[in-house]
C-alpha cells in the first residue's frame, strides 16, 4: 500500500472544507409561524408542528434562515423586535399554511394576507442593526404610541442602523402617533442611520401623527 502524506493532507483538506460546507448548509433553517390550534414541536418547520408567536421565531432565528407567516392576522400586545441576531434571514408572508401541506404549501398574499396587529399601546415593529435581511408580504397596521409609551418615530415600523436590508410587497397601513410631541416622525415607516434600506413595491397609506 503506498502512502502519500502530501495526497492525504489534500484529501484531509477538501474534507474539511466539504464538512464545513455541509455544516453552514445544515444551520439554515425554515420556521412556520401559524395562528392554527397546533402544539409547537421542534423543528418548526411545518404548518401542524409551527411556532404561534412571530417573536418566538425571530428569537430563535440565524443566519440563512427563513421564517414563514401563514396568511392568518397575528395580534400583537407587544412591539416585535427584529436584532442583528436574526442577520441574514427572510420573512414571508401569504401563505394558506394548511396543516396537511406538503412543503410550504401555496402562497398568495392577496388571498390569504398576513396581518400583524397592534393593539397595545406602542409601535408594531422594530428592526435593529439587521444586515441582510428581507420583510415580504406583510400587512402592519394598528401601531398607536401614547405619551407613556416613549416611542416617538415610526408607528408602523421603525428601521435603525441595518445594512442592506430589503421591504419587499409589504403594506403599511393606518398606524397612528397619538402623542402631541413635535419631534414625532413617521407615522407609517421611521428610518435612521441605515446603510442601504430598500423599500420596493410597498404601499404605505392612511397613516397619521
Same mark, same amino acid.
Given at each position: 500500500?503506498?502512502?502519500?502524506?502530501?495526497?492525504?493532507k489534500?484529501?484531509?483538506?477538501? +474534507?474539511m472544507a466539504?464538512?464545513?460546507a455541509?455544516?453552514? &448548509?445544515?444551520?439554515?433553517a425554515?420556521?412556520?409561524v401559524?395562528t392554527?390550534?397546533?402544539?409547537?414541536?421542534?423543528?418548526?418547520?411545518?404548518?401542524?408542528?409551527?411556532?404561534?408567536?412571530? *417573536?418566538?421565531?425571530?428569537?430563535?432565528?440565524?443566519?440563512?434562515?427563513?421564517?414563514?407567516?401563514? +396568511?392568518? &392576522?397575528?395580534?400583537?400586545?407587544?412591539?416585535?423586535?427584529?436584532?442583528?441576531?436574526?442577520?441574514?434571514?427572510?420573512?414571508?408572508g401569504?401563505?394558506?399554511?394548511?396543516?396537511?401541506?406538503?412543503?410550504?404549501?401555496?402562497?398568495?398574499?392577496? %388571498?390569504?394576507?398576513?396581518?400583524?396587529r *397592534?393593539?397595545?399601546?406602542?409601535?408594531?415593529w422594530?428592526?435593529?442593526?439587521?444586515?441582510?435581511?428581507?420583510?415580504?408580504?406583510?400587512?402592519? &397596521?394598528? +401601531? *398607536?404610541?401614547?405619551?407613556?409609551?416613549?416611542?416617538?418615530?415610526?408607528?408602523?415600523?421603525?428601521?435603525?442602523?441595518?445594512?442592506?436590508?430589503?421591504?419587499?410587497?409589504?403594506?403599511?397601513?393606518?398606524? %397612528?402617533?397619538?402623542?402631541?410631541?413635535?419631534?414625532? %416622525?413617521?407615522?407609517?415607516?421611521?428610518?435612521?442611520?441605515?446603510?442601504?434600506?430598500?423599500?420596493?413595491?410597498?404601499?404605505i %397609506?392612511?397613516?397619521?401623527?
Amino acid at each position: 500500500m503506498l502512502y502519500d502524506e502530501g495526497a492525504m493532507k489534500t484529501l484531509l483538506r477538501w +474534507g474539511m472544507a466539504l464538512l464545513g460546507a455541509a455544516s453552514i &448548509t445544515a444551520r439554515a433553517a425554515l420556521y412556520c409561524v401559524t395562528t392554527n390550534p397546533v402544539t409547537p414541536t421542534p423543528p418548526y418547520d411545518t404548518w401542524g408542528t409551527g411556532f404561534t408567536n412571530i *417573536q418566538a421565531a425571530l428569537d430563535v432565528a440565524r443566519s440563512n434562515d427563513t421564517i414563514r407567516l401563514a +396568511g392568518h &392576522t397575528f395580534v400583537l400586545t407587544d412591539s416585535l423586535t427584529w436584532t442583528g441576531l436574526a442577520s441574514h434571514v427572510i420573512l414571508r408572508g401569504g401563505y394558506a399554511a394548511t396543516n396537511a401541506a406538503t412543503g410550504e404549501g401555496e402562497n398568495d398574499p392577496v %388571498r390569504w394576507p398576513t396581518i400583524v396587529r *397592534q393593539t397595545a399601546a406602542t409601535r408594531v415593529w422594530m428592526i435593529s442593526k439587521v444586515t441582510n435581511g428581507i420583510l415580504d408580504r406583510v400587512v402592519i &397596521t394598528g +401601531g *398607536q404610541p401614547t405619551a407613556g409609551s416613549g416611542d416617538w418615530n415610526g408607528v408602523g415600523v421603525f428601521v435603525a442602523e441595518c445594512k442592506n436590508f430589503l421591504m419587499v410587497s409589504c403594506v403599511i397601513t393606518n398606524n %397612528r402617533m397619538l402623542l402631541s410631541n413635535a419631534t414625532k %416622525r413617521g407615522g407609517g415607516l421611521y428610518a435612521v442611520s441605515n446603510d442601504w434600506l430598500i423599500v420596493s413595491n410597498c404601499l404605505i %397609506r392612511n397613516n397619521h401623527l
